[in-house]
């Protein structure tokens, strides 16, 4: 078994926001949650400490536009 180390982590995260939809943050605890997981729930509350408030997490990507 492989052991992975923080840029793995922070990879895998990357791809999960770009493949899998939106990830949302539990105001709570700070644990980040895809959505799939949160419509498995009837009520949308966190899996970790029950919390109902998520924020949304934001793309690592920054939008550069030129002014006109």
Known sequence: MR???CMDLDETRV?????GGPVYECVRCGRR???QEL???I???????G??????????IVKRLKAR
């Open 3 to 5: 052991r992975r180390n």
């Open 15 to 19: 791809e999960r926001e770009y493949r």
């Open 33 to 35: 949650v895809d959505y």
């Open 39 to 41: 419509e498995r729930y």
């Open 43 to 49: 009520s949308f509350r966190c899996p970790f400490c």
């Open 51 to 60: 919390y109902r408030i998520f924020r949304k997490v934001r793309a690592p």
